[in-house]
């Protein structure tokens, strides 16, 4: 079995054989416990690691699983930074042992296809989600179409989302959207400030669901779509689905999975 296999499963890999590579966000508290955990464990170029220590809060986290998507690599996360959701606590103290016996939680990304008022074809992922938002004043008009069809033909609002499980507590909680157990096999489709109709309050969709928003009357109503961090304005149409062939790599410590954070999230008031 190879090492990061080992790790990967908590199967009991000797500690000594964990290559841990590090980033960090730039504040103080994370850059400081960067060069405190790498003086102390060493620390491999993280693109070369068995895992990548992350220190720093969510949004340290996203970066980085954007930066490795595609590597196979797994990334444990240490919380240094603001919301840690995604994080395990900061601890320096046995990490080789803490990072051998994680567990692992496995997502994947939405792919987001767009296209804009001047032609272009527009492509990310997300892992969060994918949101359209309006960009003056004016609210979006909007249709929805689920596989093909569609299924609201006028929605009046500030913008709509589609979450992941992953991400369904971060934007899609604050907009009033469900919170999905991580390995149900469901997305969110939830509507941000919905003016018309005032009492859709959005859709479960299962997690194969192709999903595309057209914008109506763009001109005079223009509005962007944006996939975590890549922001594109001006879109005609978004198509959004799971990208079930990317897998990205969460340890976690037992009793602090992921799955059972989102669980406890529900009963958090």
Not at 34 to 49: I, M, V
Not at 50 to 77: E, K, N, S
Not at 133 to 156: H, M, N, P, W
């Amino acid at each position: 079995m190879s090492e990061v296999s080992a790790v990967e499963t908590g199967a009991g890999i000797p500690v000594d054989k964990v290559r841990l590579g590090f980033v960090a966000s730039p504040a103080p508290e994370a850059q400081e416990a960067l060069q405190r955990l790498a003086r102390r464990y060493g620390s491999a170029k993280p693109e070369t690691a068995g895992v990548i220590i992350a220190l720093g809060g969510d949004g340290l986290m996203l970066q980085t699983l954007h930066r490795f998507m595609g590597t196979g690599i797994p990334i444990y996360g240490m919380h240094r930074g603001s919301v840690g959701f995604l994080m395990n606590e900061y601890q320096e103290d046995r990490l080789l042992e803490r990072v051998a016996g994680a567990k692992l939680s496995v997502i994947h990304p939405l792919k987001m296809l767009a296209q804009n008022v001047a032609g272009q074809r527009l492509e990310a992922l997300a892992i969060n989600e994918v949101h359209l938002f309006r960009q003056t004043a004016q609210s979006a008009r909007l249709s929805i179409s689920v596989d093909g069809k569609e299924r609201l033909s006028e929605l009046i609002c500030d913008g709509v989302l589609v979450a992941t499980p992953a991400g369904s507590t971060a934007y899609n909680l604050s907009a009033g959207g469900p919170i999905l157990p991580l390995k149900a096999p469901l997305l969110a489709l939830t509507p941000i400030s919905p003016f018309r109709p005032r009492r859709w309050r959005g859709a479960l969709l299962p997690n194969k669901a192709h999903v595309k928003i057209e914008v109506q009357e763009a001109d005079k109503r223009p509005v962007s779509a944006v996939a975590d961090h890549a922001e594109f304005r001006d879109v005609l149409s978004v198509s959004i689905s799971e990208e079930r062939g990317i897998d990205l790599q969460l340890l976690f410590d037992p009793g602090h999975a992921l799955e059972e954070r989102i669980l406890a999230e529900q009963f958090r008031f």
